[in-house]
């Protein structure tokens, strides 16, 4: 990169710290922004610095937000004895849109994973505990069909059913391996219907 500036450069190699961006990407992305017209880049720049400091966890679901309770926690709507765990915001997303979930969420922040060395302790775990010592009527377990995903599922059930309260969890007709958000909604309704009693 010794061809370039020394700015370009360094925005290069900023470019290039992010998730799925190699050199030839960030050098692209580079390029077109200093193409860009001055307000969008100041727009684009802003709107990150934003977004860094206003979002953070929703006080009850723990999904992504940037108010204290989440549009769904706070909605009057939603039926709070009805929780559906998900691992991520993403997930909590793709059964937002088939609109015919009315309960409310509870978001993992991720699965556990031995292999990763990512334990109980490292996801939003504790946090959905602390909830069930309210009323509850239903936890459906909707994490993904992949090993993380059913070791998570595994463990939640084991942790909760003592409790008395009723544990389901979605059919299995999400395709193994595969991301929730990456699936249709015709089939995350069905999974949801389906769903058993564990
Ligand atoms: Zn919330």
Do not use: W
Not at 29 to 39: K, R, T
Not at 143 to 152: A, D, K, M, R, V
Not at 156 to 174: C, D, E
């Amino acid at each position: 990169m010794e061809y370039y500036s020394s700015q370009l450069s360094k925005l290069m190699e900023e470019l290039s710290r992010l998730p799925g961006i190699g050199i030839k990407s960030a050098q692209r992305l580079a390029f077109h922004i200093i193409h860009m017209p001055q307000e969008e880049v100041d727009r684009l720049a802003e709107t990150m610095v934003e977004a860094r400091k206003k979002i953070r966890y929703c006080r009850q679901c723990c999904t992504l937000t940037d108010q204290e309770l989440c549009p769904i926690c706070a909605s009057p709507k939603r039926d709070q004895q009805v929780i559906m765990v998900v691992e991520n915001s993403r997930d909590l997303a793709a059964y937002e849109k088939t609109g015919k979930f009315d309960g409310v969420y509870h978001v993992l922040q991720g699965a556990i994973s031995p292999m990763l060395g990512i334990g109980p302790g490292e996801i939003r775990l504790k946090e959905l505990l602390q909830r069930l010592q309210g009323d509850v009527k239903e936890v459906i377990i909707a994490t993904n069909s992949t090993l993380e995903g059913e070791t998570t599922a595994m463990y939640i059930s084991k942790l909760i059913k003592p409790a008395g309260i009723k544990v389901t969890r979605i059919a299995s007709g999400v395709p193994v391996g595969g991301d929730l958000e990456s699936i249709d909604e015709v089939t995350l309704l069905r999974a949801l219907e389906g769903r058993v009693e564990l």
